[in-house]
């Protein structure tokens, strides 16, 4: 089973939601859309299920133009954040309900519920009604009627983005579980990189209606092609900085300079954009090449194990993650230290010039 998207495009109302696409996704793979709010992953998701029409392009399933097909004669299983259950009826008959629409009855039926619900951990609330259990369970008999479908193509759209963390964290590691097996290509929309980062499988990074990158997980993560693509696959986004590099020296913010050690010895002199992730960004110089920046400390933010730290540098906004808690006082001059291994540089135009020594080591 393989679904392929062809040049798909969709504008509405003027207004475009998705731009020229073109993405293949084979049988038995986790397939995450990862992008901010509005980035356009539910809009690329209802056109594969087949619940819009593109305004240009085609949809293939297993090598079939089904663009003009109803998801209705699609095998299309899809799970939203919202939970969507029949508040009516039983958790049974909930997970039954697909498998009595298309016709399936008796003992077979009975046997694939139980199965679904036993996969699910749901055995025990069969009985109940879905308002009856706590929001997990409700999203787990979502997923079971999605599971219990035998689906081609299985679309799960922000499906824990309402439930708290410890059910979020139970249900991030069993997904991929629970559907390994069945051999459908699923794709996983999410807001944060590191649930993309705990699922697996391959990650497609979406901005304003446009997939920038779509490759192994982990490879998109450490080696983003542009800097849309790194701000994108980062919690808070990446911090970027305007460099030039004369010889041996680097020239940023305010008439600043700094030796260019490691990586960086190897560019060409000229104009970039270094990028580098929240969590490098130290207050304490750990390595004799660390390049310190002088910055003014704007507000901070704890967390209970870790403190954001949100930065001016020069007009530029930062933000760094320290691990800890650390009482900082708000406008004091803060002196930070970001190690050269984890500087990615990009073009002025942000095509991924080299990426970050570390990342290429891992």
């Given at each position: 089973m393989t679904l392929e998207l062809r040049n798909i495009s969709k504008v509405v109302n003027g207004v475009t939601h998705i731009r020229p696409t073109d993405l293949v996704l084979e049988k038995g793979t986790m397939n995450i859309l990862l992008g901010p709010t509005l980035s356009g992953k539910t809009s690329l998701m209802r056109?594969?299920?087949?619940?819009?029409?593109?305004?240009?392009?085609q949809v293939f399933w297993e090598g079939q133009d089904?663009?003009?097909?109803?998801?209705?004669?699609?095998?299309?299983?899809?799970?939203?954040?919202?939970?969507?259950?029949?508040?009516?009826?039983?958790?049974?008959?909930?997970?039954?309900?697909?498998?009595?629409?298309?016709?399936?009855?008796?003992?077979?039926?009975?046997?694939?519920?139980?199965?679904?619900?036993d996969l699910i951990k749901l055995t025990p609330m069969l009985?109940?009604?879905?308002?009856?259990?706590?929001g997990g369970q409700q999203q787990r008999c979502a997923l079971a009627r999605a599971l219990v479908?035998?689906?081609?193509?299985?679309?799960?759209?922000?499906p824990l983005a309402n439930l708290d963390y410890k059910l979020r964290e139970e249900l991030r590691a069993e997904i991929p579980k629970i559907f390994e097996e069945?051999?459908?290509?699923?794709?996983?929309?999410?807001?944060?990189?590191?649930?993309?980062?705990?699922l697996g499988g391959s990650t497609a990074t979406l901005w304003e209606g446009r997939i920038t990158q779509f490759d192994a997980t982990p490879y998109v993560y450490r080696q983003p092609v542009d800097a849309t693509t790194a701000r994108v696959f980062s919690d808070p986004p990446m911090n970027f900085l305007k460099?030039?590099?004369?010889?041996?020296?680097?020239?940023?913010?305010?008439?600043?300079?700094?030796?260019?050690?490691?990586?960086?010895e190897d560019l060409a002199d000229g104009r970039y954009l270094a990028g580098f992730r929240p969590n490098h960004v130290e207050i304490e110089n750990h390595t004799k090449s660390a390049m310190a920046f002088e910055t003014s400390l704007v507000v901070t933010e704890l967390t209970g194990s870790e403190t954001f730290v949100h930065l001016d540098h020069h007009g530029e906004r930062w933000v760094g993650l320290l691990h800890g808690v650390h009482n900082l006082e708000i406008g004091a001059a803060l002196r930070v230290y970001l190690d050269p291994s984890h500087v990615y540089i990009f073009s002025e135009d942000g095509t991924l010039v080299a990426p970050a020594s570390y990342a290429l080591a891992a």
């Open positions: 056109l594969m299920a087949g619940l819009d029409m593109p305004t240009g392009g089904v663009t003009g097909v109803r998801v209705q004669d699609r095998g299309v299983a899809m799970v939203y954040q919202q939970f969507i259950n029949y508040p009516s009826m039983s958790v049974y008959d909930n997970i039954a309900s697909p498998l009595r629409i298309s016709g399936m009855s008796g003992a077979e039926l009975d046997k694939a519920v139980k199965k679904a619900a009985d109940r009604k879905p308002l009856e259990l706590s479908k035998d689906a081609g193509l299985v679309l799960l759209d922000e069945s051999g459908a290509v699923f794709v996983y929309a999410t807001t944060e990189p590191e649930e993309a980062l705990l460099i030039s590099k004369t010889g041996a020296k680097l020239m940023f913010g305010d008439g600043q300079t700094a030796p260019a050690t490691g990586a960086l």
